[in-house]
């Protein structure tokens, strides 16, 4: 059973910065990508960031240049670094992950970590 536990919402002034954390825990998988999901009121969640385990990333235009993605492949863990954030950054951000187990891909999803940016 794999699980992801985010980490590292909350509230900041716009202008300000944020760090979220997910880890993957579990046995017996590989990750091919991890990446951060973003659903803001009464919008569809959009995909902002990923990163795949050779180190490409994607970022959406809305965040490029602000927000970075990284990822510690000994610890299953990715990090999305926000910074300059606005008030339309404002969410639950979910992280997703590609993860292989014996030969066969699955998407799994974090519970979300609220993210709100005050103006």
């Known amino acids: 059973q794999v699980q992801l536990v985010e980490s590292g919402g909350g509230l900041v002034q716009a202008g300000g910065s944020l760090r979220v954390s997910c880890v993957a825990s579990?046995?017996?998988?590989?990750?091919?990508?991890m990446g951060w999901y973003r659903q803001a009121p009464g919008k569809q969640r959009e995909l902002i960031a990923r990163?795949?385990?050779?180190?490409?990333?994607y970022y959406a235009d809305s965040v490029k240049g602000r927000f970075t993605i990284s990822r510690d492949n000994a610890n299953n863990t990715v990090y999305l670094q926000m910074d300059s954030l606005k008030p339309e950054d404002t969410g639950v951000y979910y992280c997703?992950?590609?993860?292989?187990?014996?030969?066969?891909?699955?998407?799994?999803w974090g519970q979300g970590t609220q993210v709100t940016v005050s103006s």
């Open positions: 990163i795949r385990s050779g180190g490409s990333t």
């Open positions: 997703n992950a590609e993860i292989e187990i014996s030969d066969y891909v699955y998407s799994y």
């Open positions: 579990g046995s017996g998988f590989s990750i091919n990508a």
